[in-house]
């Protein structure tokens, strides 16, 4: 694990983004070799939440100190890499993280946090961090242009197709976990507007869905849809997403920025959109681009399927199978180990067909896969051997991390004389090297054309978190939660997700 002392001053970083798991840091130190990094580092619940400053506060993990610190980045490139494809998942480096550094990183990042997310703090327990490549800007970047990265939370991407399913649970053939959930988060005060976006749409591969689910993120990002120019994040409207590509030069975008920033220096959500760059509007809009990636690029659907696959027997079933073995042995499971994690992933890889998998129409590739199992609802699970039980759960938490990671998408104009299309399978890569001991990234581009306006752009999955064992009963009291509460207001009387 690297010990890099340059890092280690709390004026070299700066707040850039959060989740509920995870905080983000961009380096602004001196050293140009860090200049495209960010850390990323973990949060806890707090244990004290009297309001009244983080001095003296103690931090609480909710969950268990992983043993081995660097998991997390073994599980994303070995684990994720093998299903996804190691080009689209993020590299990660562990470093090693004084306390007291992690203390004063802490204190000094407070004031520049959303309210919404001030629950949780960062996990002072946590002995190692991670350094990525800021992957809202390319490495090299052609003088003039500006980088656009948009940040897509796209959630699950299927309704089930269990056969196990109990006729109660039908809902979940037709609404989509996220629409579901929508209802839930307006009861509970986490939103106060359903979002028009329906995963579903996205996932689809068909251009105007695509399209319809990419505007309708952008009407209402809610925390699935986050826009940054040059490395800021800037608010999300439809006319920031229209006429950011016509910016007339970096360095007025710059200055506007600037001058944004200095009025408004981040965007909470529920925040008015506001137009932050005052240019003619140009023929290709950010949506258009955005739209055309999501369709030419396999990731999507391959993120998709993966989700599905992975979660062929439903949460209720997995729950069922996690109930005989802890019953049985009556301790609490222990949680894989990355080893596991992959020797899960080799299996399931095993008994489909991946190439077969990302071709196949819907219906034949949900028939392969349920008959992939090789056992149904006629079996009775219990008897199923411990090894194969055991099995299913890791696949199905598998299946978590999938849902619950974000694609990074950068795209900058291509101005380049070789304004040739290449796909997404031809890449040319750029590279950042540093000092030994330090991170070496390196990143995956391709050009694209929209609308006769050639781009260049490169397409990352992050958040790629393992998923806990002794979560699974959480998720299905989640899961109950939002079906029942979406039948007892809702009731079957909607479209179905994906029928328009
Ligand atoms: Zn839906």
């Known amino acids: 694990m690297a010990t890099i002392l340059e890092l280690y001053r ?81 590299q990660l480096t562990a470093v090693a993280l004084p306390p007291g550094f992690l203390s004063s990183l802490a204190l000094a990042m407070e004031p520049s946090r959303p309210e919404s997310r001030r629950q949780k703090g960062i996990d002072l327990a946590q002995s190692v961090g991670f350094l990525a490549l800021d992957h809202t800007r390319f490495i090299k970047s052609s003088s003039g242009q500006s980088d656009f990265a948009v940040e897509i939370k796209p959630k699950w991407g299927f309704l089930t197709k269990s056969a196990f399913l109990r006729k109660d649970q039908d809902i979940k053939r037709r609404k989509c976990r996220f629409c579901m959930y929508q209802h839930q988060k307006i009861k509970t005060g986490q939103e106060y507007t359903l979002s028009k976006y329906c995963p579903i749409d996205l996932f689809s591969g068909i251009e105007l869905l695509v399209q319809d689910a990419v505007n309708s993120l952008v009407d209402t990002p809610q925390n699935n849809l986050r826009l940054f120019v040059d490395g800021l994040q800037q608010p999300v409207s439809r006319e920031s997403m229209t006429q950011c590509l016509s910016a007339p030069s970096k360095s007025t975008t710059t200055q506007l920025q600037e001058q944004q920033q200095k009025l408004k220096p981040q965007r909470m959500e529920g925040d008015d959109p506001v137009d932050y760059v005052k240019v003619d509007s140009g023929p290709v809009s950010l949506t258009d681009v955005l739209t055309k990636i999501l369709i030419e690029s396999p990731l999507l659907r391959r993120l998709g399927r993966l989700q599905q696959a992975l979660d062929s027997l439903d949460v209720e079933t997995v729950h069922q199978l996690y109930t005989y073995l802890v019953e049985r042995d009556s301790v609490h499971l222990p949680e894989p180990t990355v080893e596991e994690f992959l020797e899960t992933a080799e299996a399931f890889m095993g008994r489909t067909d991946m190439n077969a998998m990302m071709t196949e129409d819907q219906d034949t590739f949900e028939s392969h896969n349920a008959a992939g199992l090789g056992f149904g609802p006629e079996d009775d699970l219990e008897e199923l051997p411990k090894p194969l039980q055991l099995h299913f759960i890791r696949e199905f938490l598998l299946s978590a991390t999938l849902k619950d990671c974000s694609i990074l998408i950068t795209i900058q104009k291509d101005t380049s004389t070789a304004a040739v299309a290449t796909p997404p399978n031809a890449t040319s890569s750029s590279r950042l090297e540093v000092d030994a001991g330090s991170p070496e990234f390196h990143e995956a581009c391709h050009q694209i054309k929209v609308k006769e306006e050639m781009f260049v752009y490169k397409i990352t999955c992050i958040d790629l978190d393992p998923k806990k064992m002794t979560s699974v009963p959480m998720y299905l009291k989640k899961d109950r939660t939002i079906v029942n509460h979406y039948l007892a207001t809702v009731g079957d009387r909607e479209a179905a997700c994906g029928a328009n």
């Open 10 to 90: 709390i004026d070299y970083w700066k707040y850039r983004a959060e989740g509920n798991a995870n905080i983000v840091l961009q380096y602004i130190g001196p050293h140009s070799r860090f200049r495209n990094t960010v850390l990323r580092l973990r949060k806890a619940n707090r244990l004290d939440d009297s309001g009244t400053g983080l001095e003296g506060t103690n931090f609480g993990d909710d969950t268990m100190p992983m043993k081995n610190l660097t998991k997390e980045s073994h599980f994303a490139t070995e684990v994720i890499g093998l299903l996804l494809g190691q080009e689209f998942v993020e």
